[in-house]
């Protein structure tokens, strides 16, 4: 499958290349409809009510005020201003892809006579769809346009079992939640590093994640299946590694983001995931154990051995460049390798009853 350039213009300066395409780009999945709409909610029943009836309430109904304006920009220098532009646009992408799984997950429940799981998914929908039109619009306060739905018509749509999407949507809503309330919570001490007004949105908004990711805990629960032996076990380690991996990375990638709102990058992607992994003791039946392991020593390791790659790329070709290349990607892929089989701590919640 060829992936294609998105469609991503500046107005006012021509094409801006904030979204690159490679791994670290946000995709859009879809999963197996059928097998969700089978989903038995009976041992779930009253938390699944008690959700439902959350999720309707609609605290943040007046939050993402569509008049408020977006385009106090501090005056930042051409690379600052291009860090911000690019965090926006990939965090707009994720957004919508959020709301594109949601969307099709509810249309496609509700013709499967299950609507009460389509109305809830249908909410979680209308929440991604602000938080990705709100970007959007920040996005366009900055001259720059996304065409969202051609996008979405433009890159490859993949194909996730059922499990994989409850386990790594779960992460990405929690994992969401604590990069949002870290940032929020870093500008509230440091107001004078809050370079644009998006960010005095970021509390009420994280508590959307934060519900987005209990309603998959909660759906987690329904296939009790999924915690249990080798299958929980290897869920587990796979879905944190892969997501912890994918936010280092990215938050390395990114740093010049973080610098500018006085944020170190390191610490920065440590926390986040020193939460999420806590967070996730009440859902996966395995975590990672940072305290007796080598995972963050490795993840600098990592992250080292990504910006070494990646400076090598901008040389001219040749055997030399070929040699070490090679060589670096060896170290990354024996790194890689040592964090994934990192000592994981068992949470005991796959002995909880469902009931
Ligand atoms: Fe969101
Ligand atoms: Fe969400």
């Given at each position: 499958?060829?992936?294609?350039?998105?469609?991503?213009?500046?107005?006012?300066?021509?094409?801006?290349?904030?979204?690159?395409?490679?791994?670290?780009?946000?995709?859009?999945?879809?999963?197996?409809?059928?097998?969700?709409?089978?989903?038995?909610?009976?041992?779930?029943?009253?938390?699944?009510?008690?959700?439902?009836?959350?999720?309707?309430?609609?605290?943040?109904?007046?939050?993402?005020?569509?008049?408020?304006?977006?385009?106090?920009?501090?005056?930042?220098?051409?690379?600052?201003?291009?860090?911000?532009?690019?965090?926006?646009?990939?965090?707009?992408?994720?957004?919508?892809?959020?709301?594109?799984?949601?969307?099709?997950?509810?249309?496609?429940?509700?013709?499967?006579?299950?609507?009460?799981?389509?109305?809830?998914?249908?909410?979680?929908?209308?929440?991604?769809?602000?938080?990705?039109?709100?970007?959007?619009?920040?996005?366009?306060?900055?001259?720059?346009?996304?065409?969202?739905?051609?996008?979405?018509?433009?890159?490859?749509?993949?194909?996730?079992?059922?499990?994989?999407?409850?386990?790594?949507?779960?992460?990405?809503?929690?994992?969401?939640?604590?990069?949002?309330?870290?940032?929020?919570?870093?500008?509230?001490?440091?107001?004078?590093?809050?370079?644009?007004?998006?960010?005095?949105?970021?509390?009420?908004?994280?508590?959307?994640?934060?519900?987005?990711?209990?309603?998959?805990?909660?759906?987690?629960?329904?296939w009790p299946d999924l915690r249990q032996g080798l299958r929980g076990r290897l869920l587990s380690?796979?879905?944190?590694?892969?997501?912890?991996?994918?936010?280092?990375?990215?938050?390395?990638?990114?740093?010049?983001?973080?610098?500018?709102?006085?944020?170190?990058?390191?610490?920065?992607?440590?926390?986040?995931?020193?939460?999420?992994?806590?967070?996730?003791?009440?859902?996966?039946p395995?975590?990672?154990?940072?305290?007796?392991?080598?995972?963050?020593?490795?993840?600098?390791?990592?992250?080292?051995?990504?910006?070494?790659?990646?400076?090598?790329?901008?040389?001219?070709?040749?055997?030399?460049?070929?040699?070490?290349?090679?060589?670096?990607?060896?170290?990354?892929?024996?790194?890689?390798?040592?964090?994934?089989?990192?000592?994981?701590?068992?949470?005991?919640v796959q002995f909880?009853?469902?009931?």
């Amino acid at each position: 499958m060829t992936a294609t350039l998105p469609q991503v213009a500046s107005a006012a300066a021509g094409p801006a290349p904030h979204l690159r395409e490679d791994l670290l780009t946000p995709r859009f999945y879809t999963t197996e409809i059928a097998k969700a709409a089978s989903t038995d909610l009976a041992g779930q029943r009253a938390e699944f009510e008690a959700m439902l009836a959350e999720m309707e309430a609609d605290y943040n109904r007046d939050h993402f005020d569509r008049k408020v304006p977006l385009d106090r920009l501090r005056a930042l220098s051409a690379q600052e201003k291009e860090a911000y532009e690019s965090y926006l646009v990939r965090s707009c992408v994720s957004e919508f892809s959020g709301f594109l799984l949601f969307k099709e997950l509810s249309r496609r429940l509700f013709k499967a006579s299950r609507p009460e799981l389509g109305r809830l998914f249908q909410l979680m929908a209308r929440d991604e769809a602000r938080h990705a039109g709100f970007l959007n619009r920040a996005l366009v306060a900055e001259g720059i346009e996304i065409d969202l739905p051609s996008l979405s018509g433009k890159r490859p749509i993949t194909w996730f079992p059922l499990s994989w999407v409850l386990y790594s949507v779960f992460l990405s809503e929690k994992i969401g939640y604590w990069r949002y309330i870290l940032i929020d919570r870093h500008l509230k001490a440091h107001p004078q590093n809050s370079v644009a007004p998006l960010f005095d949105f970021f509390e009420p908004w994280c508590q959307d994640e934060n519900r987005h990711g209990d309603i998959f805990n909660m759906l987690i629960r329904c296939w009790p299946d999924l915690r249990q032996g080798l299958r929980g076990r290897l869920l587990s380690r796979f879905f944190l590694w892969s997501v912890f991996l994918t936010h280092s990375l990215t938050v390395c990638e990114r740093d010049s983001f973080y610098t500018l709102l006085g944020i170190d990058p390191a610490r920065f992607d440590e926390e986040v995931m020193r939460q999420t992994n806590r967070t996730a003791r009440r859902a996966f039946p395995y975590v990672f154990s940072f305290e007796s392991s080598h995972y963050v020593e490795l993840r600098d390791k990592l992250v080292d051995t990504f910006r070494q790659i990646q400076a090598l790329s901008a040389q001219p070709a040749g055997a030399t460049r070929l040699l070490q290349s090679l060589g670096l990607k060896l170290r990354f892929g024996a790194l890689l390798l040592r964090q994934f089989c990192q000592p994981m701590l068992a949470t005991g919640v796959q002995f909880e009853v469902n009931a």
